[in-house]
Each structure stands twice: as C-alpha cells, then as structure tokens.
C-alpha cells in the first residue's frame, strides 16, 4: 500500500514542499531516501518508540520512505509526525482520505508528545500558497503559525490527538489570532525610556538624528558615561514595525528558533548585543545547517556592539559589505541562502585602553602613539560607514542627583515619525531607499546640495579639523536628516554646523588633543 503525507523543509527564509511516500511490501527491511540526514534517520527510533507508548505497533514488514524531491537535503526532526501518520495510515490505524488536504510538522517525543520545531512561520506561509486546506504544527508553534491567515491551523499536543483528528473521533478547532490587534496593542510598550536619563542632552540628541535618518552611529567615551544604557533605549524612538516589516523579522527569528511559545508576530525593532568574542559564522549566519547570524536578527532593528576594539578584526570586517548591500549572501559547497540584514549599526568603545582619555575626572596614562593604535583597531572602510561619531562624558553629580526626568521616548519618538514621513515622501520614486542614510552621491547632490555659506563652512571645517574626504558625504546626510527634523526643506548652514561636530573621529588631531 502507498501513503502520501505532505510537509516542508525551510531554505534559508522559504519552504520548499516536501511530499513523504510510503510504501509497505513483505519483509522487515527500511529502506529511507531523499537526502535525508541523521537526525531524520533517527526518526525511525522515535516514532517505533511513540507508537508502542501510546498503544500501536510498528508493522512488521519492508518499509520503503521516500522525501520528494530527493535533491534537496533534508534536516531536522520535524519530519517525525508525518512518516508517523504515514505509517498508520498505510497499517490502516489512520483514515487516509484527509491526508491529501494537510500539511504536517512536528518532533515526536518518546511518549508521543509532539515537540516545537524552527520555521513554523514559513512552512505556513508555504502550505497556503500551495493551496493546502491546513497545517497541523505542535502546540508550542501554534501562535506564529497562526499569524497566516485563510488556513487552518491546530496545534496538537500528541500524536495521539492527531489519529483523532484524521479519524473524526475528535473535534478540534483552528487557532485564530487577531494579528492586527495584538500587533498595534505591544508595539509602544517598552521597559527602557530616555525619561530615565539624567543629562547626556548632546548624545540623546545625536542618537534622535540616527534614528530619524537610519544613520549608524558610535559613541566614544570613558567607562561608565552611560554609552551601553543610551544604546538600549534606542528602539523605543525608532519608528514602529510595518505589518511587512514585522512578518519578515519574525521568519527570520522562527527559522533561527528564537521565538517564544507566547509570541505571535514580533511588534517591536529588534535589538541583538552579541558579545565581543563572537566568532565570523555567529555573527553573519551559516554553519553545516544554515542559520542566520546576529546581523540577520538585527534586522529592522538594532545591532549595537559595545567596546568595538575588543572585537576580533576579521569579524568586524565582515560587517562591512552587509551595512552597504543590506543583504547577506551565504554560499558553501553545499548549499547558498541569501539573509536580509537590513539594521542600524550602533557601536560603543572607549577613547584608549585605558579608558580615560579626554576624561574630566581621570587622568589618562596612554601615550599618543598606544592611542592611536588603539582607534586604528577600527579599519577606515568600516568607519566610513559609520555617518555619526559622538563623545559622551561622564555625567556630573549635579545632573545625577537632579530629580525631574527628562525627555520621554515617545515625545522624542513623534520627530522621529515625521523626520521619516518626510523621507518616505522624498524617496518615493526610487526603488529600495527609504531614509537618507541610503543615499547615493547622485542624490546627496540632488537633495542636500549646500548653498554657498554651508560650502564655505564646510571647507573651513575640513581645513582647520584636518576631516578627511569621506567626511564630506557624511556631513551632508546627516545634515539633511537635521533638516527634515527641523522641518526644512533645504539645508542651511546651522545644520551642516551640527552635522560637522558629529564627526569627531575623522579629525586628524585625535591621538594628540589635551596632551
């Protein structure tokens, strides 16, 4: 007798359908084929294990299980539940009639229990383009499977409830979340706010520009000056997730398998602080099961890496091509995914090694040369994508001790929407751009052209600064992001003058200030 069962396997961001054949013949043989790795071999074990704890049996006889299509590997053990429906439908335990309308995923427990699996999200989204009536995923997948509409999805908690379910002894109901709903009630509720920052008005400020302009940004600044307390609270002035934007991070967090049992679609901007010892394949994605990386989970949102130096240089230097194409490309011998990482780089590091440098309170015992090693840790091609550099210092007691708070998230937020609303307006007609962060030359010409007091302000600034050349774009995006915040159709030499202060690191004269 031959069964069909229907399931997918996740490449990179998409599902590929996977038919499962199942043919029964005389003999005691398994004979399995389609690519399939360990993990799905060992499934024979599990389900054998899972039949006989919930009253079935294995059939004695020469089973031959077949993954279509057989040229694409197949990994992981949510293949359990399917050869195990399959099995039972072909000994006749299990109507078969219904099989042909459902997609099915799911890890088997000894006992039966069905265990959550990565990628509910997209095989859901896979199983209603493919027409299927629905798809049956574990209980603890059941809220983001169900962020698809027009399926019908149930999550079942055994293997047991599932026979019921083909054989009509039970009635179970489709899960149905109020997507929109949910999504608009928990996308303003943040546990950091800026209310809760005493002083620091010029880096508040700088980060208000990053955010208003999707600008990367570092802060310099001794320890303890509040640079990692200030990043933390950057989400909560970002302009809130799209429904597009929102579906397309939580495909990325179902895949990589970092999605809670409770969470339905991500509402807020990510936010990933990988550690400094962080290894290259970590950081992009990849691995012998393709994963996406850190960049890839900071996407729509934030990554922020603190004390930059510390980082290992050939992993910082992978950062480089992502920030600029926004897409991360992962080819090996065996397979090739494509990530989206679109994300604002925030990044945090000390003046010098010891820290102090610049510092009102400290006095700072590094060299000029021990310095300039120092900053030289970071290459030119990475800080050139870096648009503002900010010095932060520590804040005086006077300002600490002060009880009123000061500017809450989400006043600071509403700029931040209308700064935006007025790039979206700007950029309409270009294809992939959607703040000035994203500018090409052309359109900083077209867009952020200074009159001719801004151009003679900014030659002064390069000649007595020592900026480099790469500052000179920089200084206009920012500028024009001032702009918008100011509500200025054009960029007047006020903004510019901001925008130049915002570029402490490209000043020739950093290795020797206050010496």
Known sequence: MLVKTYSAAVMGLEAIAVTIEISMTRGAMLHLSGLADTSVRESYDRIKAALYNNGYKMPV???TINLSPADIKKEGSGYDLPLAVGILASIENLKSDRLKDYMLVGELGLDGRLQPVRGALPIAIKARADKYKGLIVPKQNIREAA???NLEVYGMESLVDVIHFFNGTKTFEPTVVDTRREFYEQQSNFDLDFADVRGQETVKR???VAAAGGHNLIMIGPPGSGKSMMAKRLPSILPPLTLGESLETTQIHSVAGKLSKDTS???QRPFRSPHHSITQVALVGGGTNPQPGEISLAHNGVLFCDELPEFSRNV??????PLEDRRINISRAKYSVDYPCSFMFVASMNPCPCGYYNDPTHTCVCSPGQIQRYMNKISGPLLDRIDIQVEITPV?????????????SAVIRERVIAA?????????????IYCNAQMTERMIHQFAEPDEAGIELLRTAMERMSLSARAYNRILKVARTIADLDGSGRVLPHHLAEAINYRNLDRGDWAERGI
């Not at 005086?396 to 809450?408: A, H, L, T, V, W």
């Open 61 to 63: 006889a020469d089973l």
């Open 206 to 208: 700088a980060l208000e």
């Open 316 to 321: 910082l230097e992978v950062m480089r091509q």
């Open 265 to 267: 679609l991500i509402s």
């Open 396 to 408: 005086p007691f006077r300002d600490i001790s002060k009880y009123s708070q000061g500017e809450p």
């Open 147 to 149: 962020v698809v509409n």
């Open 420 to 432: 935006r609303r007025i790039q979206e307006e700007r950029f309409k007609g270009f294809k992939g």
